[in-house]
């Protein structure tokens, strides 16, 4: 059974400062997917990484792949308090289209 | 419309009854998914379409909830004699069919059951 663990679950960052949340996997997989829930609002898609060493960037935001080792890094860098919400990472495996769901990380920036 | 629409936005019901929640997808996506957001969690699949079948249905709980698509278009999710613990948010999200589409949700339907 595919299983998906992201940390941290809660991250409170001052602005202008650089974290990274980090999502493991359990087997493989060919797709992996980051999404941001605003409260009270549905999910928004931000990345979609297909292959190992992927890497995509928008933004503040930077998303990478790294199959062998089955994590995903979201990357923010100089945060700022728009990127406040719930970051998940969602994963695929072959030949399946549902996507299981990390537990999310609570992202706070401070001012 | 542009994206995916839910109705109703908010369903509040009491134990036992039934309810049908509806969706909506983008035009021309013929892959449908439906998932559960239990208060303070990540989502949970219950039922993938292909068209207007179900090659997935493995997340659904139990044999209270039933979902059907018609005409490749509108999905409905009905929970047959509610309990408690159907409470959650009901997503539905529409995509095309290709590895790394990317599935688009909509608003959901936060259900709650007295």
């Known amino acids: 059974e595919l299983k998906v663990e992201q940390n941290p679950l809660f991250l409170s960052m001052q602005e202008g400062k650089n974290y990274t949340i980090y999502c493991n996997y359990s087997?493989?997989?060919?797709?992996l997917y980051w999404y941001r829930q605003d409260p009270g609002k549905s999910l928004e898609s931000l990345f979609v990484l297909l292959s190992n060493g992927a890497v995509k960037q928008e933004g503040r935001l930077m998303a990478s792949l790294d199959t062998k080792a089955r994590l995903s890094t979201l990357h923010i860098t100089a945060a700022v308090h728009d990127l406040s919400a719930t970051y998940f990472c969602a994963v695929a495996n072959f030949g399946n289209e549902k996507l299981t769901f990390g537990t999310g990380t609570r992202l706070t920036i401070i001012p | 419309g542009a994206g995916v629409s839910q109705s109703p936005s908010n369903k509040v019901t009491e134990k036992g009854k039934d309810v049908e929640l509806r969706c909506d997808p983008i035009s021309g996506h013929t892959a449908l998914y439906w998932y559960r957001q239990r208060l303070g969690q990540g989502l949970e699949f219950l039922i993938y379409?292909?068209?207007?079948?179900?090659?997935?249905k493995s997340g659904l709980p139990s044999d209270r909830f039933s979902a059907e698509r018609t005409g490749e278009s509108v999905s409905t999710l009905t929970i047959q004699r509610t309990q408690q613990e159907d409470s959650a948010v009901y997503l539905c999200?529409?995509?095309?069919?290709?590895?790394?589409?990317?599935?688009?949700f909509g608003p959901g339907t936060r259900l709650l059951v007295l």
């Open positions: 999200a529409s995509s095309f069919i290709g590895q790394g589409a990317t599935q688009y």
């Open positions: 379409f292909q068209g207007n079948s179900a090659p997935d």
């Open positions: 087997t493989t997989s060919d797709r």
